[in-house]
């Protein structure tokens, strides 16, 4: 068995719950493999669901969450090589997790976190690599998990031009503070948690006052973002969301009408969610500052920065 590094009786019997659950997690994957993916386009939600229930019996949360969401995966042209990409991810974390012993601190803090091993937030306090800085929040973004919301604020540091991710959690009766707006500064120490990316971190100390954001958080245009992004996934293949501010960027359509941010060299990255209307008007076809949340589909716009008008969340 992996060491958990959990200690005591409690420990040690949910490693061996998380254990079998993963090994019934690989069977599975491998059946669905063998069995053809075509099978998968009407396949109700049961099929991964079912996955789901029995990970979520064995004490692997974060990994029953994942595989829930291969249901939502879009049946769209190219979609069986997407579902087989995150077949392999999930496969990948399995061997990953059945070889803990032998990797680096920093990926098996990653993985066991993907799989849903909690770190008590006193632990972050007291032991979490601590970074001073004058944090921009990039923007935030609200979502429907079971029956919590949960919320995700994006920050760059100005000084170390670091990323970090606040994530926050309520329950269905409790109402959630205000979201710092897209652009405020936020000075503070925060303490991250351990992975071989490290991006969620805490509030550790406040240094001053939140502050209105001068502009934009630092960012680039479309190839040095991809460079960063690509150095992240590196570290941690299992990188599902990442944080992305483009500079002078404008709003265009292809053949088929799908919408993409263009920079001045004229890459492009295509945007995803509902329609921005907010953001169309906001633009007016002049180039702008956009960030958003890079996922495998695209980029989810959070807020754009106009010359003028400021910073608009959307």
């Given at each position: 068995?992996?060491?958990?590094?959990?200690?005591?009786?409690?420990?040690?019997?949910?490693?061996?719950?998380?254990?079998?659950?993963?090994?019934?997690?690989?069977?599975?994957?491998?059946?669905?493999?063998?069995?053809?993916?075509?099978?998968?386009?009407?396949?109700?939600?049961?099929?991964?669901?079912?996955?789901?229930?029995?990970?979520?019996?064995?004490?692997?949360?974060?990994?029953?969450?994942?595989?829930?969401?291969?249901?939502?995966?879009?049946?769209?042209?190219?979609?069986?090589g997407?579902?087989?990409?995150?077949?392999?991810?999930?496969?990948?974390?399995?061997?990953?997790?059945?070889?803990?012993?032998?990797?680096?601190?920093?990926?098996?803090?990653?993985?066991?976190?993907?799989?849903?091993?909690?770190?008590?937030?006193?632990?972050?306090?007291?032991?979490?690599?601590?970074?001073?800085?004058?944090?921009?929040?990039?923007?935030?973004?609200?979502?429907?998990?079971?029956?919590l919301?949960?919320?995700?604020?994006?920050?760059r540091?100005?000084?170390?031009?670091?990323?970090?991710l606040?994530?926050?959690?309520?329950?269905?009766?409790?109402?959630?503070?205000?979201?710092?707006?897209?652009?405020?500064?936020?000075?503070?120490?925060?303490?991250?948690?351990?992975?071989?990316?490290?991006?969620?971190?805490?509030?550790?100390?406040?240094?001053?006052?939140?502050?209105?954001?001068?502009?934009?958080?630092?960012?680039?245009?479309?190839?040095?973002?991809?460079?960063?992004?690509?150095?992240?996934?590196?570290r941690?293949?299992?990188?599902?969301?990442?944080?992305?501010t483009?500079?002078?960027?404008?709003?265009?359509?292809?053949?088929a009408?799908?919408?993409?941010?263009?920079?001045?060299?004229?890459?492009?990255?295509?945007?995803?969610?509902?329609?921005?209307?907010?953001?169309?008007?906001?633009?007016?076809?002049?180039?702008?500052?956009?960030?958003?949340?890079?996922?495998?589909?695209?980029?989810?716009?959070?807020?754009?920065?106009?010359?003028?008008?400021?910073?608009?969340?959307?």
């Open positions: 068995m992996s060491d958990l590094g959990t200690g005591g009786g409690t420990g040690e019997r949910r490693g061996r719950r998380v254990d079998d659950g993963l090994a019934e997690l690989d069977r599975w994957l491998r059946d669905q493999v063998a069995h053809g993916l075509a099978r998968a386009e009407r396949a109700p939600y049961r099929l991964w669901d079912d996955a789901a229930r029995r990970l979520v019996d064995a004490q692997a949360g974060a990994l029953a969450g994942q595989v829930r969401a291969l249901a939502g995966v879009p049946r769209e042209p190219g979609w069986p997407r579902l087989l990409a995150e077949y392999a991810l999930l496969r990948l974390l399995v061997r990953a997790h059945r070889r803990a012993d032998a990797l680096p601190p920093g990926l098996r803090g990653t993985v066991r976190a993907r799989i849903g091993f909690p770190v008590a937030r006193d632990d972050v306090l007291r032991g979490g690599e601590r970074v001073r800085d004058r944090w921009r929040v990039v923007g935030a973004r609200d979502t429907a998990q079971d029956v919301t949960a919320r995700r604020v994006w920050l540091g100005e000084r170390t031009g670091r990323p970090a606040l994530l926050s959690f309520t329950g269905p009766h409790d109402a959630p503070e205000p979201a710092p707006p897209a652009g405020a500064l936020l000075q503070a120490e925060l303490a991250f948690y351990p992975g071989a990316l490290p991006l969620r971190a805490l509030v550790a100390e406040r240094l001053g006052p939140d502050e209105p954001g001068p502009g934009p958080p630092p960012g680039g245009g479309v190839r040095e973002f991809l460079d960063e992004h690509a150095d992240a996934v590196a941690d293949p299992w990188l599902d969301r990442y944080p992305a483009l500079t002078g960027v404008r709003l265009a359509r292809d053949a009408g799908g919408l993409f941010a263009v920079d001045e060299a004229g890459d492009a990255l295509p945007l995803r969610g509902p329609a921005p209307w907010t953001l169309l008007a906001v633009a007016g076809g002049e180039r702008v500052a956009l960030a958003g949340e890079w996922t495998p589909r695209g980029l989810r716009p959070l807020a754009v920065w106009h010359e003028t008008e400021g910073a608009v969340p959307l």
